[in-house]
């Protein structure tokens, strides 16, 4: 037992001795400061983790608000889309039977001379 105990001391001891050596290696004032610092870092983030959740939560409304406009939208957009493919299906039907039956009709882009028409708004001034 009391070899058990003087055991024990010793261990103490040492992690004592190890503990002062340890401290005489630390700054205690460089401690302090980045102490300091840290809890400034934290205290900046906590208040940009509360904009942020701020601006979240904003940002969830405003689109919760627009969301069924944005669908409309879209949909309206799709149905366009549609359309408009059908009209130019149509269209190059309609050319191409014209093309067939009227050969001169429509003149090949290839063989024109294609003339800019764009007005020049140097002469307008």
């Known amino acids: 037992m009391e070899m058990e105990q003087s055991e024990r001391e010793a261990i103490r001891d040492a992690a004592e001795e190890v503990s002062r050596q340890f401290k005489t290696l ?48 879209t949909n309206l957009l799709r149905s366009m889309k549609v359309d408009l493919d059908y009209i130019f299906q149509k269209l190059r039907s309609m050319k191409a039977k014209i093309i067939a039956t009227y050969p001169d009709a429509i003149p090949d882009p290839s063989t024109t001379q294609m003339h800019d028409q764009r007005p020049d708004l140097e002469k307008l001034q």
């Open 26 to 73: 630390i700054n205690t004032e460089d401690v302090d400061t980045v102490n300091q610092l840290q809890n400034l870092i934290l205290g900046r983030l906590q208040d940009s983790n509360a904009v942020l959740s701020h601006f979240n939560y904003f940002s969830e409304q405003c689109f919760a608000e627009i969301s069924g406009d944005l669908s409309k939208n």
